[in-house]
């Protein structure tokens, strides 16, 4: 059985959670408690759970009064379990069913399941089938927004991910680019190699069911490291060491309203949150580290901070390399985005001296719903980005008109806007054909947002008031 017809099979069960008043959102999270218990005793790591609070425990109420042990068992599991990381998949836990019967209904069905089959494929690889099944399904929330797989692998292959380093993603969500980054540290060496230096990962995610879902990602990849529920732009993440690479896709949007204290060591103070962690990012690297990250358009032109900002990271680190995103590969969310690819030199390396540009939207298909994006769409950008994860190897501008380079002079000339492009229009972009709950969907976004921006900027004047 395959791992997308497992990963069907488990989503199936939804229908009967939403036959229990279960809104979409909380599905995976309530699968996520189920699945653990299966696992765990598929894989034998029992261990990890109190007494009494395993799957053989809950099996044996089947005539009656699972659901209040199934209760009871969630919050045993929060509070004594013998493992940190299941404490913390299992905390505040709260169960949305109503009914014995559909609990029951819903783990007959997990043990119907050929879970010999569903081992042999990988349980992280089946897990994380049903996070992008999620996704697909729920459609993006607010600021919150699902990286294709695509994307996220060429991305890992140009950084170069090695063997004893420290991975981050400060805004983690399912830990999708964390788990790519070990898949491909992992296909690069023996498996003695891997045991004997793994990398270690450090997480960020500060949406609560979506941190239960990062660490049951992680768990069943095997991965180790610092899990943070909380955020990144605020002291919690303090007691981090220096990683070798972030990468990572912030939320977009402002911050507006919230009433915790930002961290006092970003120079410059702006509500636009993909700022405010990109000013992160280039901060917290260590010296010869390495980062990759996807923002949108705006920030790559916009003035005041955003300027300010851009400027303080070309002479800070060596920002080398800006891929141009297609667009529409954002679900349900009509958003230009590009990544921004740098590194933070050793002393005396050399900082920004010049950014070369892959244009990957210009004259492109637009991706959307039905027309997915492909890891062949990347392919010519990771062999011209080149061996150097540092962004360092030879290039010729030759080699592709979507690929040539700016002077950091060029770029100042331009006041530091980084909106670079050279390429003409071929045809008309394609907005014709998207669907009408597409566009729609597109216009309660931009709505969103400009709304998010207003209320951000309402916020900074009235700090400022209040410093005055």
Known sequence: MSI???????????????????????FLSELTYLLFLKIAEETGREDLLPAGCRWADLTAHADGGMLGHYRKMLTILGEDAPDHVVREIFRFPTTVFNHDENLRKVVEGI???DWHEAKADGLGAVYESLLQRSVAEARSGAGQYFTPRPLVDAMVSALQPGLGETIQDPAAGTAGFLISAKEYIASQHSEASFQASPPSYQAVEIEGDTYRLCLMNMFLHGMQ???????????DIADLPAPDVIIANPPFGSSAGGARARRSDLPYSTSNKQLLFLQHIYLALKPGGRAAVVLPDNVLFEEGAGRRIRTHLMNTCNVHTLLRLP?????????????????????????????WVYDLRTNMQRFRKGRNLTPEVFTDFVRLYGPDPLGRSPRDPSADPRFRPYSREEIAARNDNLDLRWLSEGRREELDDRDPEEILTALVQNLRSALSDVEGIVSELDRVSDDN
């Open 4 to 26: 997308p017809l497992i990963s069907k099979r488990i989503w199936s069960l939804c229908h009967v959670l939403r036959d229990d008043g279960i809104v979409f959102h909380k």
């Open 111 to 113: 043990n119907k399941i």
């Open 225 to 235: 490291g610092q899990f943070i529920h909380g955020d990144a732009l605020t002291d």
């Open 327 to 355: 667009s529409g590969i954002f679900y349900a969310a009509d958003v230009k985005t590009s990544v921004l690819f740098f590194s933070r030199p050793q002393e005396g390396e050399p900082v920004t001296r010049q950014i």
